[in-house]
């Protein structure tokens, strides 16, 4: 009831759309997740709410860092961690999907994303010319920076 209610962010607005969208492979829906993860945190966290949610976050782990942007990038480093031991790739690419179909795909597929509903309880807001590029960086590796 409560994940019903909440909504869950574009972290999962991008599973939603990507799942079975590319010829080389489905993505199941808790991998794209876990891949999206610290590229969507690094993105909220330039919204200064969030930056201090995702701060507070990480010091009740017990993860290291003294300023806001270490503390993200210790729960983002934490959840890379996790992706390694259980076996998740790290980027789109490293998945296996075609990069190629991903440019031709990704324009469409951020549109409808955009609209997904979660993407409405998002911390940040985003439209669809940004959430291509942050496909962009989940399928590279870059870094957000936007």
């Known amino acids: 009831m409560t994940f019903s209610n909440a909504l869950l962010g574009i972290v999962h607005s ?15 829906h808790g991998c794209a997740n876990a891949i999206y993860l610290p ?8 919204d200064p709410v969030a ?3 995702y701060s507070e ?15 993200i990038n210790s729960l983002c480093t ?7 031991r259980l076996n998740i790739p790290k980027t789109l690419k490293e998945f296996g999907i075609d990069e190629k179909e991903f440019k ?3 324009a469409g597929i951020a549109e409808r994303a955009v609209g997904d509903a979660c993407t409405g309880s998002n911390p940040r807001a985003i439209d669809p010319a940004a ?6 960086c989940t399928y590279y590796g870059t870094e957000v920076d936007f």
Not at 39 to 46: E, G, H, T
Not at 131 to 136: I, V, W
Request: charged share 30%.
């Open 14 to 28: 991008m599973a939603h759309k990507t799942g079975a969208a590319f010829s080389t492979g489905h993505i199941p």
């Open 39 to 46: 590229y969507v945190i690094k993105y909220n966290a330039k």
């Open 51 to 53: 930056a201090k949610r």
């Open 57 to 71: 976050i990480t010091r009740r782990m017990g993860l290291e860092g003294t300023f806001e942007k270490a503390l």
């Open 78 to 84: 934490k959840i890379d961690d996790f992706n390694v």
């Open 104 to 106: 031709e795909k990704i």
């Open 131 to 136: 959430l291509k590029k942050l496909f962009e």
